[in-house]
């Protein structure tokens, strides 16, 4: 067979082995469930008239957040990318720092950075985790970094090196351990993005609670939903002081006074949003029974197809399985595509991994290593349809 | 009498006249109610599973909103601020700009124009309307400015100054001919900040759709509430086009490629708070004759109340008399504060004006005019309970 025959035969093969799981009909990347309290506690809120941001829910939701992930403080803001950046200034960062993060990642991660006027730093990525290679960062800053005045200081832009921000793809965490151990050997902060790994533990331990902070993210297609929403986390009570305080337009407390010390912004999750959350949170047990259980359905289905491999979490990890992840024997963007095509054309919604960030226009010119794994592993995967109903766990 | 004991009888004769209104029990600033479509909206909200950014109660309070302000276009986002910055950055405003904004506004304004990297540039109040002085800002503006090069240059910065944004003090029209006229004799771009007057016109006109764009705010202490959200209202269509890209992390369109062409936002309101927003729309005419009907109780109740006058809409303006205003006959914080003690300790909610913006830390270094009459404005002025129910209008 052609190159594009033997792509065309893996694409119907993966299409049959996606309809085995998923049935007849057209299937979502992830669709939200809502088989709870939900409507309950939207009716409630609704009731008390305290929709803002200010209420009971929120309250509720953050406390919820804390006890379940096992952090010290949960900081409900209206989504991920608010959550990211105020952590980041949590973390110290500055107009003109560098902020190591994974090449591959979905685009706010960046943007994040750039809100704080800093310059996103790519980092290589490692095959088993899709997140960051800590073994090729740890010889990178090694050879291109210097330590001046308290400081890590690239040696070639001159800037200071402020932080670091492992991203825990598709719900698979990334090299924890190491990456802890680089952030205190270079002096930099340790800032988990676990926007999309809410249920995932790393050695027993939840994602998103190694560092200073941590975020999570509640968007439409995230494993809860809040409509839009996410969270900071942190063990340390005066940065969730702080966080509480940036995120409500850093207004002092005071009866009637209208004083702010410092530019604020308007980032706290409405208590609407927050009503929604409580509830979802309840089912969290449940969807992480269902994404598991639909890995394994997808683990038989595929067995039989060679040329590609289901991602599995890695070692000493629990992942929520987010999003199913397939992976292609070639590095081969054409027969990806080809794949991608004849799926979405069957109503099965399969997606690529992210363009890496520094092949798009407004981050091109920012400082990276070396990213050939970058480059293999977005050609590679393909998330397929991964809705917590496709996991048959109902209760 | 003492000055004090004025204060203290004139700050019970406003409880005393407060309660004619509202009643023996406490009253909040500002109360939202839910009377209408909210429930059964966000029940179909929910149960089609939409809740995110993606959904057809955000298209729809998106037309709604354009239909109702007869602007060309709406795009509804996670509330003001969000929109103001989105649409400063519609308007042109790059690092280093300067921006026009009144002193006495809520620090939002002054925060969005931060977020683009540009400078607070602080205007006089005019005691009418509480909003820009027209007259003053000419004259000011002739004085202290050059054009070069196609731009208006303050002389004493060397910077650029880009735009005027206006804002219309709760909800009562700044004078918008005399603002427009300003912004094209100095070729200013006009933005305006309506996030307080949704239902209030200008000669006929909605507040918010005179400039290049305008901003809405639908937090939970305004006239509709979306829990937390907000919308750029424009006429053009490109600038709304864009106003989508930027505010949807500036994805291209793509069936499934991850393209992004410059730094987004992730500010699209979520299809939930939408879903409310609808409902609460439809309500709108209705609050709008509560809060009018508010405005001729407390007219009558404070009629023989010497000593304070309740203020009212502008000359050729229709108000959304979102919050009702007392303007205290002498101008003396002392007084002031002590009408603001008594009442709060009575269970009425009363506010003063927000503390002028100059006088904040993070804004004291900003250029500005000479602010007396914001100075005056600011120790005149309090708000007093405002919910549309105690306005009595049910139907």
Redesign the interface.
């Known amino acids: 067979m052609s190159g594009e025959a033997i792509s065309l035969s893996l694409g119907r093969q993966v299409v049959k082995a996606i309809r085995t799981v998923s049935g007849p009909s057209s299937a979502a990347l992830h ?4 088989n709870g309290n ?2 309950r506690y ?2 409630e809120c ?2 008390s ?6 209420g009971r829910y929120v309250d509720r939701f953050e406390a919820d957040l804390a006890a379940y992930t096992g952090a010290g403080f949960a900081v409900a803001v ?5 959550a990211l950046h105020i952590a980041l200034k949590l973390g110290g960062v500055e107009p003109g720092d560098e902020v190591l993060i994974p090449a591959l990642t ?3 991660t960046a ?1 994040a950075v ?2 704080c ?1 800093a310059i996103p730093h790519f980092v290589e990525i490692d095959a088993r985790t899709m997140g960051m290679d800590a073994v090729k960062l740890d010889e990178y800053l090694a050879g291109m970094t210097t330590f001046r005045n308290g400081k890590r200081i690239n040696r070639t832009t001159g800037n200071v090196i402020r932080a670091i921000v492992p991203m825990h793809t598709f719900g698979h965490p990334s090299d924890l351990n190491a990456l802890i151990s680089i952030a205190r050997r270079f002096g930099l902060v340790l800032i988990e993005d676990a926007a999309e790994s809410l249920g995932s533990f790393f050695q027993g331990r939840h994602t998103g609670t190694f560092g200073l902070a941590g975020i999570l993210s509640f ?3 995230k494993i809860i ?4 929403g996410g969270a900071i986390l942190t063990n340390d009570r005066e940065l969730a002081k702080r966080a509480r305080h940036l995120t409500t ?3 002092v407390p005071h ?12 980032y ?6 927050a009503a ?1 959350g409580c509830a979802q949170l309840e089912q969290l047990p449940r969807l992480l029974k269902a994404k598991r259980n639909l890995f394994k359905k997808y683990k038989a289905a595929f067995k039989n197809v060679s040329g590609v491999r289901l991602v599995a979490e890695p070692a000493h990890c629990t992942s929520n399985y987010w999003l199913q992840t397939l992976c292609l024997e070639h590095s081969d963007t054409i027969q990806r595509d080809l794949i ?1 095509r004849i799926s ?1 054309d069957e109503g099965l919604m ?3 991994v ?2 890496a960030l520094h092949r ?3 981050y091109e010119n920012c400082p990276r290593m070396g990213l050939d794994v970058a480059k293999d592993v977005e050609a590679r995967h393909i998330n397929i349809p991964s809705s917590a109903k496709l996991g048959g766990i109902t209760k």
Do not use: C, Q
């Not at 669709?31 to 809502?34: A, D, I, N």
């Open positions: 669709e939200p469930e809502f939900e409507w939207l009716k609704l009731d008239t305290f929709v803002s941001s200010v209206v989504n991920g990318t608010a979905f685009v706010a943007n750039s809100y006027g968007n439409g297609n939903t809040t409509g839009g337009t850093s207004k009866r009637w006074i209208y004083e702010h010390n410092e530019v604020g912004y308007n706290r999750l409405p208590n609407l949003n929604l991608l979405n399969t997606r690529p992210w363009k798009l226009p407004m």
